[in-house]
């Protein structure tokens, strides 16, 4: 019926303009008013160095300003739960010469790396497995991962607190742990651990950001900040902190509430780059 064809465009057509004007004032925020906001001006907070060339919501950015801070000394990642493997926390280093161990329970992953560019193969180790409390300082172990390393990333969406926790006996440099940004910053909450569990799809999933500020304290890490669209949380040993970030490093301070897919993606499609 041509009613319902045109009532259709319409709500299609006002869907667009939505999102385009949710673009355009997302990069008015985030390119420029950030700096001058009262929260965000601090240069010793992270917010305003968000970047995207393989992440997906800026962390290439904050990864790259913390390593300038902070140094890096192998140059070597872990990264658990790289998903797409042009969309992910450590794809970017690999173009900037670092290396690194990739682990994940979809093998496509895998099979892109054996039938890709010659650098992946000469720079990463993959490992298919769905991570859980008790295999996961085993996986690393079967990937020889020093036990001290730059960076250690981790998203698997239901079971990233206990993953961490279990990792107690590796000592990275950087930690960016993914965060259920819903839960409110003054509340220790983690889900309850079962090693087969997978995400649902609901807001029930992973741990809260002071939950994951009191862990990282006791394995000696500082939250030194979150990224602007609430998903993922940085970390810092303790060791390294100095004067470098905006205190107190608490997640009242430095959480950032859930605001899914507001990063503008600029630029052309996501492409591992080749280059150094």
């Not at 990642?77 to 042009?86: A, L, R, S, T, Y």
């Amino acid at each position: 019926m041509p009613g319902v064809r045109e009532l259709h465009h319409i709500r299609s057509t006002l869907a667009d303009l939505h999102s385009t004007l949710t673009r355009i004032e997302a990069i008015r925020l985030l390119d420029f008013d950030l700096r001058a906001h009262p929260r965000y001006g601090d240069p010793r907070r992270l917010l305003c160095y968000a970047g995207q060339v393989c992440s997906q919501n800026g962390e290439d950015g904050i990864i790259h300003e913390i390593f300038r801070r902070v140094g890096a000394t192998s140059r070597i990642f872990v990264e658990i739960g790289v998903g797409d493997e042009v969309e992910n926390n450590t794809a970017f280093l690999l173009s900037q010469g670092w290396s690194g161990r990739w682990i994940d329970g979809d093998p496509a992953f895998l099979e892109r790396i054996k039938s890709g560019p010659e650098f992946l193969r000469k720079q990463l180790s993959g490992l298919v497995s769905f991570v859980t409390r008790e295999n996961a300082a085993a996986l690393l172990a079967q990937l020889n991962v020093p036990a001290e390393f730059d960076l250690l990333s981790v998203d698997i969406d239901q079971n990233t607190y206990y993953i961490w926790e279990a990792l107690s006996g590796f000592r990275p440099r950087v930690v960016v742990v993914e965060y259920n940004s819903s839960i409110p910053s003054d509340i220790d909450w983690k889900v309850s651990y079962a090693p087969d569990r997978v995400w649902d799809g609901s807001q029930n999933f992973g741990a809260g950001l002071k939950a994951l500020e009191i862990l990282g304290r006791q394995l000696g890490y500082s939250l030194v900040g979150c990224e602007f669209c609430g998903v993922n949380a940085f970390f810092v040993r303790n060791d390294l902190v100095g004067d470098k970030f905006a205190e107190p490093f608490t997640s009242e301070n430095h959480h950032e509430p859930p605001r899914y897919g507001c990063h503008p993606r600029l630029g052309h499609r996501n492409a591992l780059l080749d280059g150094q």
